[in-house]
């Protein structure tokens, strides 16, 4: 176990170092100069020479990366904005505030918006696939069915603001959705954010649910639940502990895939309630041409994937005793 | 193995069948997997069913522990156990009496074992299930069949899963399972099949040790006559859903009478005879149960059709005679088949006359260390 983790954290550092060269180079093959954007419009070729050499974008690209990589580990100084201590993401080119700083404010919403959601994704689409598998063919099974369908075709902008328009202005049941933080009012924490969660788990849960049910459905006619069967293990019992299990495996494998893009749908999820998480952040960056930013926050949700990846699969070892982590 | 011999039969059979049959609608019509089958099995005793692929023996053993799917099975006929008729009885009787009166073990225990639970449990929860015994009581009694069913330091895997056993351990495993609740009927469908040969007289021997502490009545399920001549005390040799062939298993392996049987006995090698003689299979193929050919079912493939009657054969559907095989029981030994032939035609053209005349009734007194050479003491 210590020994998968400790080779998981290695691959994680080769993969966050191949992303963060990659975000580099796609930035500087953009054909926008970021030091224009900061000079006035009729733009001197001194001044612009200048934010420049401020900016750090004087240097060849391999030495501008190797201070940046640097900074991570032992801080830097940073010409005109004075010292940044390690981890250093650098400073961003729009708002001058330090990138690791505006990464840690933001990312507890991010964070809170995406497990939430994961949570209800999973629990709910996994509730009603064994809903549907338990009474396959008979009229919930179908409802379930049907239902997944339409929730599948719904899109998050779409259902945001509809949902929002009936359960915050009309009718006045949620709060209108905002960041609270959790250890301040974890009641307050809730209310605010059952809507994004509701509204970014619908399009997801969907799919879990057709999925469980189609897993249940073959687990239902293996050997090893006849056995249990043949056991005198009542129905309920052979559906929950036994076709359950196996139904889980490949429900968790996609669950490690979509993870990521559950991590985009909260960046949509973001914007349409306006929390100001990462996703905001990420946006901004790319329309500021905000290299420092962008390279940051990449690197942070590459490095959220990784890690739940890793949770994953240690979730999978722990559902199917046959895996073993090494 | 040791001969175990037959108790003397009661009024009432331990189990008996009726005129069971199976049938399955499926998109393309009606599979008759099990048509009008009947028999008797005594406590103590081991009946086996043997046919090949597709014949409806594992049918009929599912259909013993009620495991069709009522949605696309339909069931008609008796099965009485213990006086007690199986057939209309409700689910949840149905359930508490699987695993605890009648019992089932299958063939590949890879995959009939649960890879997600440890033997251990897999075993004591059925205890538990049946006999309301506590988490400690059902993995002491888990511990204590896994020892009974010879798994060297059964403490120490009681916690171990499935595919940390060997195939020849793991079915020790099932059979373990299966045996929990000393049950009074035990299906046990092509146990040893995925074994190797020496592996399986081991599980036969077992089970039949088993079988004499317990008095369990087993239904076998093979289309190893080998296994057959070692393991059981009556045979019913199924074809196309039907029985062809039912008598002791001297009678049936001794004095077979139906060409399919001959045709099956033919078709297994011996140690006795010329290696490089070539087998004779059953020619042809077995038939599409949905489509059964009319008549006697086996007559596309019979080489005697002209003998009984070609008309005859693929016309009218030989009854078991003498005796409808209802009755006949390893004492009794009502030896019945379902054939046109005229019964002296049968006695000539057998292929291989008994080599001696000793009767052979129930399972040799011998050990199963020339396993290829085990039916030679009945054919």
């Known amino acids: 176990m210590i020994g998968f983790l400790a080779r998981r954290l290695a691959g994680a550092l080769v993969i966050l170092a191949v992303i963060s060269v990659v975000t580099f180079c796609l930035f500087y093959a953009a054909p926008r100069d970021p030091a224009r954007a900061f000079c006035s419009k009729v733009c001197q070729p001194e001044t612009l020479e200048l934010i420049r050499r401020n900016l750090g974008m004087d240097e060849p690209l391999a030495v501008q990366y190797w201070h940046w990589l640097a900074g991570i580990v032992a801080g830097r100084d940073l010409p005109g904005f004075g010292g940044c201590p390690a981890p250093c993401l650098g400073y961003s080119f729009a708002t001058q505030e330090p990138v690791f700083g505006a990464i840690v404010d933001r990312f507890p919403v991010t964070l809170s918006l995406t497990v939430g959601a994961a949570a209800a994704t999973l629990g709910f689409g996994v509730l009603l696939g064994m809903v549907a598998a338990w009474q396959a063919g008979r009229p919930l099974d179908r409802i379930a069915s049907a239902s997944s369908v339409v929730g599948a075709s719904l899109q998050i902008y779409f259902v945001g603001p509809l949902l929002a328009f009936a359960l915050v202005d009309t009718f006045g049941v949620l709060p209108r959705p905002a960041y609270v933080p959790f250890t301040g009012d974890p009641v307050g924490w809730f209310t605010h954010l059952l809507l994004p969660w509701a509204v970014l788990s619908i399009v997801f849960t969907a799919n879990y649910t057709r999925m469980t049910r189609a897993q249940m459905v073959e687990q239902l006619a293996e050997d090893y639940v006849r056995t249990a069967r043949a056991k005198g293990m009542p129905e309920r019992v052979v559906f929950f502990r036994f076709a359950w299990r196996g139904a889980m495996i490949p429900i968790v494998t996609i669950f490690g895939v979509d993870l990521a893009t559950l991590l985009g749908g909260a960046i949509i999820t973001e914007q349409t309630f306006a929390l100001h998480g990462v996703g905001e952040l990420a946006i901004r960056a790319v329309q500021n041409s905000d290299l420092p930013m962008l390279l940051g926050v990449t690197l942070v949700g590459a490095g959220a994937i990784v890690a739940l990846s890793v949770v994953v699969d240690v979730l999978y070892a722990v559902i199917d005793p046959r895996v073993r982590l090494g | ?49 043997v046919g090949e692929s597709g014949s409806g023996k594992s049918v009929t053993g599912l259909a013993l522990l009620g495991l069709h799917d009522p949605a696309s099975a339909t069931l008609d006929g008796r099965i009485r156990l213990e006086g007690r008729d199986l057939l209309p009885a409700p689910r949840g009787t149905l359930e508490r009496l699987r695993g605890d009166r009648i019992a089932m073990v299958f063939q590949d225990s890879l995959t009939a074992l649960s890879p997600f639970h440890p033997v251990g449990r897999q075993i004591g929860e059925v205890y538990r299930r049946h006999r309301g015994a506590s988490r400690r009581e059902a993995r002491e009694r888990a511990v204590e069949m896994l020892d009974r069913v010879g798994i060297p330091g059964a403490r120490s895997r009681v916690d171990d899963y499935p595919h940390e056993f060997s195939g020849g351990m793991r079915q020790r495993v099932m059979i373990a399972m299966a045996l929990v609740c000393d049950p009074g009927l035990l299906v046990a469908d092509e146990p040893t099949t995925a074994l190797d040969v020496t592996v399986q007289a081991q599980i036969l021997d077992l089970l039949s040790d088993l079988q004499r502490d317990s008095g369990t009545a087993i239904i076998l399920i093979t289309h190893d006559l080998g296994v057959v001549a070692a393991a059981a005390h009556e045979v019913l040799v199924m074809y196309a859903g039907r029985a062809a062939e039912h008598g002791t298993v001297g009678e049936v392996l001794g004095e077979p009478r139906h060409p399919y049987t001959w045709g099956l006995l033919s078709s297994t090698p011996r140690l006795s005879t010329p290696l490089d003689l070539p087998l004779s299979p059953v020619r042809g193929t077995p038939p599409s149960l949905l489509d059964p050919p009319s008549g006697c079912p086996f007559h596309p493939r019979c080489d005697y059709t002209g003998l009984a009657g070609p008309e005859r054969c693929r016309n009218s559907r030989p009854a078991l005679s003498p005796g409808g095989g209802a009755g006949t029981s390893a004492t009794g030994g009502r030896h019945a088949d379902a054939c046109h032939l005229a019964p002296e035609l049968k006695a000539g053209l057998r292929p291989r006359p008994p080599a001696h005349d000793r009767p052979v009734d129930g399972p040799l007194d011998r050990p199963l260390d020339r396993p290829l050479d085990r039916i030679e003491d009945t054919a």
């Open chain 2, 1 to 49: 193995m040791t001969t175990v011999p037959p108790p003397p039969r009661g009024p009432d059979p331990f189990l008996s069948v009726r005129d069971l049959s199976v049938r399955f609608s499926t998109e393309d019509g009606v599979v008759r997997a099990v048509d009008g089958l009947s028999f008797d099995v005594e406590k103590g005793t081991t009946l086996a069913i």
